[in-house]
């Protein structure tokens, strides 16, 4: 039987507790997940795309056997296809996600119709999360445990203190 890639796109800038269940609950039901960080080319990310991608690969660290991280510019779809993916997963929180990823998988569907977009649901525990959130309370000193793997809370820290 043919095997089912999924890429699970986005900034991950960082990578939050609703990621990793997108990607746990992706991990269950592809043969393979491709983690694929974008290259933000026009936005100014907290972390650079090289600290995404250890983190993400740390905090994954083997624990899916059929998850990789990779990162991407350009076209998702174009990427996809490079990476002979039939999936692309995309995480939804609340009704007010839809539009906007309504928009995109339509989009991505005409540029590329081999190309599949499956919104999945994180536990409801994190609906309300997200990275820019997350930025933004860690930077205005509020706490981010338990919304953030352990080592994502580290490397916040670090980068504050840096600055
Ligand atoms: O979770 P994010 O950060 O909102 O992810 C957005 C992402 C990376 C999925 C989207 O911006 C994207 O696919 N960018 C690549 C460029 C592209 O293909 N644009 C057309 C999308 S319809």
Redesign the pocket.
């Known amino acids: 039987m043919r095997k089912t890639t999924a890429i699970y796109?986005?900034?991950?800038?960082p990578l939050t507790n609703g990621h990793l269940d997108i990607i746990e609950r992706s991990a269950k039901l592809f043969d393979e997940v491709i983690v694929?960080i974008?290259v933000?080319l026009d936005k100014e990310p907290l972390f650079t795309v090289e600290e995404r991608v250890s983190m993400t690969r740390a905090i994954l660290n083997h624990r899916f056997p059929n998850v990789r991280v990779d990162i991407?510019?350009?076209?998702?779809?174009?990427?996809a296809i490079k990476q002979q993916a039939q999936v692309?997963v995309?995480?939804i929180r609340a009704v007010s996600d839809y539009e906007?990823e309504l928009?995109?998988?339509?989009?991505?569907r005409r540029?590329e119709s081999r190309l599949e977009t499956v919104f999945m649901m994180a536990a409801e525990a994190y609906s309300y999360l997200s990275?820019r959130l997350v930025r933004e309370v860690f930077k205005l000193g509020g706490s981010v445990d338990g919304l953030v793997p352990a080592l994502v809370e580290e490397k916040l820290k670090e980068k504050i203190q840096k600055k």
């Open positions: 796109p986005g900034s991950f800038d694929a974008l933000n991407f510019d350009g076209l998702l779809v174009e990427y692309i995309r995480g906007y928009q995109m998988a339509l989009m991505n540029l990275s």
